[in-house]
Nanobody
Framework: QVQLVESGGGLVQAGGSLRLSCAAS????????MGWYRQVPGKQRELVAT???????NYADSAKGRFTISRDNAKNTVYLQMNSLKPEDTAVYYC?????????WGQGTQVTVSS
């Protein structure tokens, strides 16, 4: 079992930046991958970015060039640096940890980008 706690969401103007953090209750090195997803009301949760325990990253097209995912294994924390934010980035952002076939989720953090 892994508990994930997100922080860093908030209200920001278009063009601004936010850094989300996801703190895990156990070593993230043992997880196959970690990632960030987002969801708006009435829509499915969608991938934003993932990072494997080997450091390989994957980004949604909407995130490429603006967002950066990183991990600090010593702190059991994953980050999402979001730059050049747009109103369409407004969503609840969820942290995900994957261990074999098991998915663990945080409670989510709201990101609101005003125009």
């Amino acid at each position: 079992q892994v508990q994930l706690v997100e922080s860093g969401g908030g209200l920001v103007q278009a063009g601004g930046s936010l850094r989300l953090s996801c703190a895990a209750s156990r070593s993230i090195f043992r997880l196959n991958s970690m990632g960030w997803y987002r969801q708006v009301p009435g829509k499915q949760r969608e991938l934003v970015a993932t990072i494997t325990n080997g450091g390989s990253t994957n980004y949604a097209d909407s995130a490429k060039g603006r967002f950066t995912i990183s991990r600090d294994n010593a702190k059991n924390t994953v980050y999402l640096q979001m730059n050049s934010l747009k109103p369409e980035d407004t969503a609840v952002y969820y942290c995900n940890g994957r261990l074999t076939v098991f998915d663990y989720w945080g409670q989510g953090t709201q990101v609101t980008v005003s125009s």
